[in-house]
């Protein structure tokens, strides 16, 4: 695994062979916890080969996952950085081989190799895309909820009723169907834009 990042093809073989042999790579089995919530990080993490998850638990209990990792993938480098307990679980979602790189390992390789520094910042930029993209998903989603409660769809319901009836009518004119494309994409579709005042001839335009 090492040899395979570009990082680490940047180190003199003699750093190379000694961060080798500081690396300890251990088995996880499917459903292994990799790093428990709150514990103390003394190690960067990387899968050798395999997949895991980062996962936590929300303040109302629900279940809550971040990002999937797979082979060659790094992490933990944020809380080493800032010297704070691990901020969530992660969990083999098979069976996976995992290297741990220790603190001191970490450090050293932070303040002599350009290649590591370089590889950190992209990995850092690109975690935080995807926490602002959770973010926002997280803000359309409320705004999405709040547009189609219990009441909203049930006065809906005639409407509703009366496209699917239309776009079945459609179909029925044809000797040969494709549902999602005469029924199931469409009937949505034609809600949703008939609530947030979308006009007709532009509906097209949502499956882009």
Not at 13 to 37: H, I, N, Q, Y
Not at 81 to 89: A, H, Q, T
Request: aromatic share 8%; net charge neutral; hydrophobic share 45%.
């Amino acid at each position: 695994m090492l040899a395979a990042s570009a990082w680490a093809n940047a180190l003199p073989s003699p750093e190379f062979d000694r961060v080798v042999a500081e690396t300890v790579v251990r088995a996880c089995p499917a459903g292994g916890l990799v790093c428990r919530k709150g514990e103390t990080v003394d190690h960067w993490v990387g899968v050798v080969e395999g997949l895991v998850k980062m996962a936590s638990v929300s303040v109302d209990g629900k279940p809550m996952s971040f990002t999937g990792i797979g082979t060659g993938g790094w992490f933990g480098e944020g809380s080493l950085l800032k010297d704070e307990p691990r901020r969530y679980d992660i969990v083999a979602l098979r069976e996976s081989q995992i290297a741990y790189m220790p603190r001191g390992t970490f450090a050293r390789l932070l303040d002599t190799n350009f290649a590591f520094n370089r590889f950190l910042i992209v990995q850092l930029n690109e975690r935080l895309g995807q926490f602002i993209a959770m973010i926002e998903h997280d803000r359309l989603r409320g705004l999405v909820n709040q547009a189609f409660t219990t009441k909203i769809i049930r006065r809906l319901e005639p409407r509703m009723t009366e496209i699917a009836n239309q776009l079945l009518d459609a179909a029925l004119e044809k000797r040969e169907v494709d549902l999602v494309q005469a029924l199931t994409y469409p009937l949505p579709v034609t809600i949703i834009a008939e609530i947030i005042g979308v006009p007709t001839e532009d509906n097209a335009r949502f499956k882009d």
